[in-house]
Nanobody, 115 residues
Framework: QVQLAESGGGLVQPGSSLRLSCAAS????????MGWYRQAPGKQRELVVI???????HYADSMKGRVTISRDNAKNTLYLQMNNLKREDTALYYC?????????WGQGTQVTVSS
């Protein structure tokens, strides 16, 4: 059983940056894909970015150009660098991992963008 734990969220002003982290309990280099989703109040969960083990990441239009996904395999940690945050980016951000047999989800980290 893989456990994922997000951190790095918080309350920031518009235009600010945050880096979210997702620490995995296992070796992330074995996952077929990893990525980030978000869910705003009253809305469905939506994709932010998906990163495949054998390809380029795919960013959703909503945050393209403002976010970058990266990983540190030695630390078994996935990151999401978010820049120029907007009020509409306020949401609970989740990381996931897919090993082709099962998808694993973290509990989420809250990002609130407000002045």
């Amino acid at each position: 059983q893989v456990q994922l734990a997000e951190s790095g969220g918080g309350l920031v002003q518009p235009g600010s940056s945050l880096r979210l982290s997702c620490a995995a309990s296992g070796d992330i280099s074995n996952f077929y894909s990893m990525g980030w989703y978000r869910q705003a109040p009253g809305k469905q969960r939506e994709l932010v970015v998906i990163s495949f083990s054998d390809g380029e990441p795919h960013y959703a239009d909503s945050m393209k150009g403002r976010v970058t996904i990266s990983r540190d395999n030695a630390k078994n940690t996935l990151y999401l660098q978010m820049n120029n945050l907007k009020r509409e980016d306020t949401a609970l951000y989740y990381c996931y991992a897919d090993n082709r047999e099962q998808m694993y989800w973290g509990q989420g980290t809250q990002v609130t963008v407000s002045s």
